[in-house]
């Protein structure tokens, strides 16, 4: 049995995923594979991701992964990261893509020309650390403190069509959902493997995760 699969589909940022994990989970067996049968025999399983939606998801059929995620995502802790997270939502503006589908609802970009509360003019990508507000508690928020900043790098967001899903929001302008979860999945906009003591504290929460929305 691995311990942490992390999914490898040519799209993700899997080292620094995993040296995050083995931080802080000494002596446990994490994988990066792109194999469907080690997906399956995973206690747990990590869903990176960063660049293009329709990329991501060309590489995900293509590499004959697709079956092997839905089930996975049904059946144990699951982790969905940046691109990971809007890849589980039905579908993206980004090349007009259909997603996986496990969240309902889509994902959205930012609109050019926004602008901050003292009138300048916000970048696309939303880029750096922002405050994340937890708004439903779970026990991967535990031991971090409500408000704690986390690193971001993204263009487009997700949008849940049902409001129960959405685990922490972050502004920017406006608040937008950058955590999600229901039962045994759990995913965020932001990069935890990046976020230092907040998003290390995050995954460790992971590798203890029963998996039971709580």
């Known amino acids: 049995m691995i311990d942490i699969a992390i999914v490898d589909y040519g799209m993700g940022n899997l080292r620094s995923v995993s040296q ?8 446990r067996d994490i994988r990066i594979t792109g194999q469907a049968k080690d997906l399956l025999k995973a206690e747990r399983v990590v869903f ?13 059929n293509s590499r004959g992964l697709v079956d092997a995620l839905k089930q996975v995502a049904r059946t144990r802790p699951f982790l969905g ?33 926004m602008m901050d509360p003292d009138g300048g003019r916000l970048k696309i ?29 993204h263009s487009y967001y997700a949008e849940p069509l049902k409001g129960e899903l959405i685990a922490g929001t972050t502004s920017y302008p406006r608040p937008f959902a950058c955590a999600v979860s229901d039962q045994n999945l759990f995913a965020v906009q ?21 998996g039971v929305a709580k």
């Open 20 to 27: 995050a994990f083995k931080k802080v989970a000494p002596g």
């Open 48 to 60: 990176p991701g960063v660049g293009a939606m329709g990329d991501a998801m060309g590489e995900l």
């Open 190 to 210: 932001f990069h935890p493997e990046k976020s230092q003591a907040a998003g290390l504290r995050l995954l460790q929460n992971f590798v203890t995760w029963d």
């Open 125 to 153: 990508p939303h880029m750096g650390w922002n405050e994340v507000d937890q708004v439903k508690s779970h026990f991967l928020w535990q031991g971090i403190q409500d408000r704690s900043r986390f690193y971001f790098v």
């Open 81 to 113: 990261i940046c691109l990971g997270l809007q890849m589980l939502f039905e579908f993206s503006e980004e090349g007009n893509t259909p997603g996986l589908g496990f969240f309902s609802g889509r994902v959205r970009k930012f609109t050019d020309g």
